[in-house]
């Protein structure tokens, strides 16, 4: 084990803001990572496990120890003829892992290419994307406890996985550091082409195969989103909310253009991209911090960004927005 006493954060945040640790461990092995453990358990103070960086936002330097898990490997530990089980190291970053599975043929990450972050991070947000949620191949999510440095393995039940949501990030917020990830992914299988700007541009390339998919929505990824090495920024900022029905009546009745897509009777969710754009946020800015000028539900570094150009940047979207769909936006980032 070995800790950085304050420690310079801004290569471990993609929003790019120049902020510092008071302690930072880098654990590339479980041995490292328990020692970690047992130090914080011996020096209490406020501890906070990244990984990626990619969906969070420091509000200022941080006052306490940064656990940063670098745990390698993708190893397959069981397959029969249709399905293959991997366990994936929390480190490995996420797009490596869907090439990964791309290039041998295993389906069921493959709508989730190009997503920034690594693969620990993945089941904490339940990420998503193009139809598919990672909730839907994770088998199991093994781990230590911060409390005792206890390790844990938890099933796909135990993780109570919501749209963007996990126990991870309620019951046990802050309470462990996520080792390695098993996914069951199918050695065949139907491509997921259900989002339709995806079947649009599938359809355009005469190659029905999975890579043919991957590459298809990095290229609308790259299309929406600016590179972090460009600008700063963490994806996509706010989730889209889920209304019920009586509210989406009420707003669909002022707004007959708004996209909406049906969960169920009397749920709905409503793209929050198109709200910020229809308020008119695109390239609007305070201080270093601006609404991307072709895609509302990214928020950038212009490159002197404070944290609190961000934060105000995104309560004067939600307040906004409020106000004008009555629909309150929740961020997708983590604010620390």
């Known amino acids: 084990m070995h800790i950085t006493k304050q420690a310079a954060l801004k290569t471990y945040n993609t929003f790019g803001l120049d902020i510092k640790a008071s302690e930072l461990s880098i654990c590339s092995d479980v041995e ?171 359809d355009k390339k005469n190659d029905a195969s999975i890579m043919a998919l991957r590459n298809t929505i990095i290229e609308i990824r790259k299309s929406k989103l600016p590179e972090p090495e460009e600008y700063g920024n963490a994806g996509s900022f706010f989730k889209n909310p889920i209304i019920d029905k009586a509210t989406f009546d009420a707003l669909i009745d002022k707004n007959p253009s708004i996209p909406s897509y049906k969960l169920n009777s009397d749920s709905f969710k409503i793209p929050a991209g198109w709200l910020i754009d229809q308020a008119g946020w695109k390239g609007k800015s305070i201080g270093g911090a601006a609404v991307h000028k072709d895609q509302a539900l990214v928020l950038i570094n212009k490159g002197n960004a404070l944290p609190s150009d961000i934060i105000q940047l995104s309560n004067n979207i939600i307040e906004n927005i409020g106000e004008k769909y009555n629909i309150k936006l929740e961020p997708e980032v983590n604010i620390i």
């Not at 745990?71 to 090439?99: F, K, R, S």
């Open 32 to 202: 490292s990572l328990v020692s970690t453990i047992d130090h914080l358990i011996y020096n209490p103070q406020p501890h906070l496990v990244l990984g990626g960086g990619s969906n969070l936002l420091f509000s200022s330097d941080y006052e306490g120890l940064i656990i940063h898990p670098t745990i390698g490997g993708i190893e397959v530990i069981n397959e029969d003829a249709q399905n293959v089980w991997i366990e994936v190291g929390a480190g490995v970053e996420w797009d490596q892992l869907v090439e990964h599975c791309v290039n041998n043929n295993w389906f069921g990450i493959e709508n989730l290419s190009y997503i920034p972050g690594n693969v620990g991070a993945s089941p904490v947000q339940n990420i998503g994307a193009y139809g598919v949620e990672v909730k839907d191949c994770i088998e199991s999510v093994k781990g230590i406890y911060l409390s005792d440095s206890k390790p844990f393995s938890l099933n796909n039940s135990d993780c109570h996985f919501e749209y963007r949501n996990s126990i991870f990030k309620k019951e046990l917020k802050n309470k462990t550091v996520i080792v390695s990830v098993v996914f069951k992914l199918q050695k065949s299988g139907e491509l997921n082409l259900s989002y339709g700007p995806v079947k649009a541009e599938f």
